[in-house]
């Protein structure tokens, strides 16, 4: 049996939540419900819940500082947010999963059941925690990503990856220690929350972390050369913001 | 609050001194007393501060003087020593001490704080506060000194107003103290502040008061070439303020030099400006009417005189001006005198006598009258006790003319009695006084200082149409300066216009493509409501939820890309297919969806104006695949051409009505093609679209193509 708690201070996105994981979820229980980062401090402490979902404007503060009151903490969370764009990214960066109101029934169960999937597997994700909490009391640009693979949660540093490479709905990092990781999220997830630590997309198909660019090689099209020797095609498109990008670093 | 009664009336029992501090006269006061005596003293302060405004303290002075007294002993336990004083000063206007020794200790203890408080300028003011106390209770030579320490502190704190004020003050009380020349000193160090300070007003008060000095003393001369200075003053900057005060005070003198046709000149001056409040006030109304009786006096017009003062005693009478009513009746007495009605004056002079105030002046004035009258009856023990009583006041010497008029009752008196010996030496002091007064040397001098005030005042005026004249000539050529400088204003103005309504322009289209943009067609929102509400009714929520999921999913979306100019291909289709799972998750028959895109294109970094498709596609499922009875199909072709995107949408509905008019436009499509030609205008790039029948084309095909070409907007 897993328990769960729900946190949100509109108690009609808690019925629909509570209805959803009874509907969906057989062997989830909700042993409670709160609406403030007080009342929710003190039912986690209680019941100690495996499961969290948890909205981020609560209505004495945010479900962050709720989770910096609770750390060290060993629970699951899935954040439930309506359009807060900067706290998406960084819960994208950490591969935390959420939904985004109004709920989504398929976008609800594929969330829960893959954070379910974590406590089954019994994923410490102490690290994934930390880091995110970090990113966010810091305020500085996260250097570490969480990777999330079908058998593991890899906290990877930024400054380790070479480039990403897209297949079909699947990315694969590699990293400068040769090793790959596959995730199953487009290319797209990861160019939107990576621009910002200094990637580049310099194809459809490619994502390149700028710091490894060796040099550019004009012919055929072009191509970035790394300084792992990994050559990666450039779109006659992106050419010239890459060249821009590139003398202004 | 109950419990801080039972509370504090236990300590009433066990306390001492509670006998001391409390009044229990006073029981409202209980709790501010009881709050004081446990210490809590900012409480008792709040407490007896608020009760200062109850109805009772209002209407009772006695119980606010006791309220004052608890407040004066609460801000010094606070520490509080300017309120202290404050409240000491205001307690004491309310209570006087009748008990002499208590009166000298509660000096002594003001005194005490006054040291203790810091605010320079609030201490300026107590001492002077308490000077003005301690001249009311007739103690002038301590009374000097807190003037002094006031003046002192105003002068570190180089507050001139207040100098100026004070040392006014303080000249007033050393004038009537006997001491001459102090007195003119600090006229004196008042006119300074008053001439730093720029205060006119100020200035021509302290040349008055200095010139008041002199003419007392007898020095005319100097008396008159002050009062000018103070008069040119007033008049050189038309300040009418207090304006009869002086004049009158000019004819005064003229009067006492004897010279009546200028004394009749200036009262008649003040007399023209009566009736303006700002120049006379009640009080100098009154003592106008005195003058203007003294005028009838002196050219012998009785009857008017007696009507003159008769009006002075009214308006004295009516504004409770003693001294006027004084003056009135004495003069009275004097016509009365001169008519022969002896009785009647001695009873008008002891009436007078009601008025008297402490004023050295009218003591001996009234003492001349009186004498006058008395020796017309004979009474000559009593006039030499009154005019020995005259020699002896010690402000004899302030006032010249009174002076003279006890010299010469002397001589009179001493004449009558056959004293020839004592009449002989008050003739001599007479005249050696009325010489000194009036000697022919200084009266025409007094005629020339006056001639040359006139003067004075003629070239001034001169002077000042001149430099009018020369301040217009000078606006004439501002103005000429200022047109022109109107004018490159206005030019520039309008070159600024021109071009902020260019901006202007451009930012509306802007903004018109922006909220173009965020139009959702509100037909397609009640639509989509309107399933929603369905599903409820059918109490189908799963649906009605997932509805309301998609449409929130593409409304996100609308809202994030209708403040972009452009956005990628791939977020485009993304949004047409949100948009399109709507439309199909109404119909009971959805129709087959199918997307054909061209693998070359790079549907990631294309970029497109957004939300073009969305209206051809709402056209065709709402004119083309409702309500089939046949399986619908819509599908679409994207490739790239050349810097353009050309998108085909085909659907094999009913197609378009023969007679095509304008009310089957949608709302949508006119949105197009507003936003059609913006967009062209902006990206000089041409946005193309045709409409196509399938059935013109082949028979047996149904359904409409529309061919579109979408710019592609980083196409270099």
């Not at chain 1, 490619?206 to 099209?221: C, P, T, W």
């Amino acid at each position: 049996m897993i328990k769960a708690v729900i946190v949100d201070d509109n108690p009609d996105i808690r019925v629909t939540n509570k209805h959803l994981l009874a509907e969906y979820f057989i062997e989830v229980e909700v042993v409670g419900e709160a609406d403030s980062v007080e009342a929710a401090y003190n039912l986690i402490s209680q019941t100690l819940p495996h499961l969290v979902l948890l909205d981020i404007e609560l209505k004495d503060g945010t479900g962050f500082q709720l989770l910096q009151k609770l750390t060290p903490y060993s629970f699951k969370v899935i954040f439930i947010t309506g359009y807060n764009q900067y706290a998406l990214k960084a819960i994208k960066f950490h591969a935390i999963d959420y939904i985004l109101k109004p709920v989504n029934a398929t976008e609800f169960r594929e969330a829960v059941q893959s954070t379910i999937d974590l406590i089954e597997k019994d994923f410490s994700t102490h690290d994934q925690n930390e880091q995110f909490l970090q990113n966010f009391s810091a305020n500085v640009g996260p250097s570490k990503i969480v990777l999330r693979t079908i058998d593991a949660l890899h906290l990877v540093k930024i400054s380790d990856i070479l480039f990403c490479k897209n297949d079909n709905s699947y990315t694969t990092f590699h990293l400068s220690s040769d090793e790959k990781i596959m995730v199953s999220k487009g290319i797209v997830f990861y160019e939107e929350i990576l621009t910002e630590s200094g990637f580049f997309r310099p194809h459809q198909s490619y994502l390149v972390n700028l710091r490894h660019v060796k040099r550019l090689d004009k012919a055929d099209g072009g191509y970035v050369i790394l300084d792992s020797g990994d050559e990666i095609p450039i779109s006659s498109r992106r050419k010239k913001s890459l060249i821009q990008l590139l003398e202004n670093l | 609050m109950k419990f801080h009664l039972i509370f504090i009336s236990f300590i009433f029992l066990v306390n001492p001194l509670v006998g001391q501090t409390t009044n229990t006269k006073y029981p409202s006061l209980f709790l501010g007393d009881s709050l004081s005596l446990i210490q809590r003293h900012s409480e008792a302060f709040d407490f007896y501060q608020n009760e200062l405004n109850s109805p009772q303290s209002i209407s009772d002075t006695f119980y606010r003087a006791e309220i004052y007294h608890r407040l004066c002993m609460v801000s010094e336990a606070l520490n509080l020593f300017r309120e202290a004083i404050d409240f000491h000063l205001k307690w004491r206007n309310l209570q006087p001490f009748t008990n002499q020794q208590e009166n000298q200790r509660y000096l002594d203890k003001v005194a005490d704080l006054l040291p203790k408080a810091t605010d320079s300028l609030g201490l300026t003011r107590l001492y002077y506060r308490y000077g003005l106390l301690l001249t009311r209770e007739a103690n002038r030579d301590q009374a000097l000194q807190y003037f002094l320490r006031a003046l002192n502190f105003a002068n570190g704190i180089k507050n001139y107003a207040a100098v100026a004020t004070i040392a006014n003050d303080l000249a007033g009380e050393y004038w009537d103290a006997g001491q001459r020349d102090l007195s003119t000193k600090m006229y004196r160090q008042s006119l300074e502040a008053a001439i730093a300070i720029n205060d006119s007003n100020r200035m021509a008060g302290a040349y008055l008061n200095i010139a008041g000095n002199y003419i007392d003393e007898g020095d005319f001369k100097t008396g008159i070439q002050i009062h000018l200075k103070a008069l040119k003053i007033k008049e050189s900057l038309e300040d009418k303020s207090n304006l009869s005060y002086y004049y009158q005070q000019t004819a005064e003198v003229y009067y006492h030099a004897r010279n009546f046709e200028k004394w009749e000149e200036y009262i008649l001056k003040a007399y023209q400006i009566k009736d303006c409040e700002d120049c006379t006030s009640p009080m100098e109304k009154a003592t106008l009417y005195g003058e203007l009786g003294g005028i009838a006096k002196h050219k012998n017009q009785l009857q008017p005189a007696i009507q003159y003062f008769d009006t002075l005693l009214i308006i004295s009478t009516e504004i409770a001006y003693q001294n006027g009513q004084k003056t009135a009746l004495d003069n009275l007495a004097l016509i009365n005198k001169d008519l022969g009605n002896y009785k009647k004056a001695l009873e008008l002079t002891n009436k007078s006598e009601a008025f008297l105030t402490d004023n050295p002046f009218y003591h001996i004035s009234h003492n001349n009258t009186k004498v006058e009258l008395l020796q017309r009856l004979g009474k000559h023990k009593d006039v030499l006790a009154l005019l020995t009583q005259n020699i002896e006041n010690k402000a004899l010497p302030n006032y010249a003319s009174e002076k003279l008029r006890t010299f010469r009752l002397l001589y009179e008196t001493n004449l009558q009695l056959a004293k020839y010996q004592d009449a002989f030496s008050w003739n001599d002091s007479l005249r050696v006084l009325e010489n000194r007064l009036r000697d022919v040397d200084v009266r025409k001098e007094m005629a020339a200082l006056e001639t040359k005030y006139q003067t004075e005042k003629k070239e001034q005026q001169i002077y000042l149409l001149t430099a009018e004249n020369e301040i217009n000539n000078q606006r004439i050529k501002l103005s000429w300066l200022f047109i022109a400088f109107l004018f490159v204003l206005l030019v520039m103005g309008l070159i600024l216009l021109f071009f902020r309504r260019k901006q202007a322009a451009f930012k509306q289209s802007e903004l018109q493509q922006q909220l173009l943009r965020s139009q959702m067609n509100p037909h397609f929102i009640y639509n989509v409501m309107g399933s929603i509400q369905g599903y409820l009714y059918n109490h189908e929520a799963v649906k009605a939820a997932d509805y309301l999921s998609k449409f929130a999913s593409l409304s996100r979306s609308v809202l994030e890309f209708s403040a972009q100019e452009s956005i990628s291909l791939s977020k485009e289709i993304e949004m047409l297919q949100n948009y399109i799972e709507l439309e199909r998750a109404r119909m009971s028959s959805p129709f087959e969806v199918e997307y054909n895109i061209d693998s070359g294109m790079e549907t990631d970094f294309i970029e497109i104006p957004p939300m073009l498709l969305q209206p051809f596609v709402e056209n065709a499922i709402k004119h083309g695949l409702q309500n089939l009875n046949y399986s619908g199909k819509l599908s679409f072709c994207f490739r790239e051409i050349q810097g353009y995107v050309a998108v085909e949408i085909v659907d094999n509905g009913k197609g378009l009505p023969v007679s095509k008019d304008k009310d089957h436009n949608s709302k949508a499509l006119e949105i197009f093609h507003q936003r059609k030609k913006g967009i062209e205008r902006k990206f000089k790039k041409e946005i193309t679209f045709e409409f196509q029948n399938l059935n013109t084309i082949d028979n047996t095909k149904k359904g409409v193509r529309v061919f579109l070409h979408l710019p592609i907007l980083n196409h270099d």
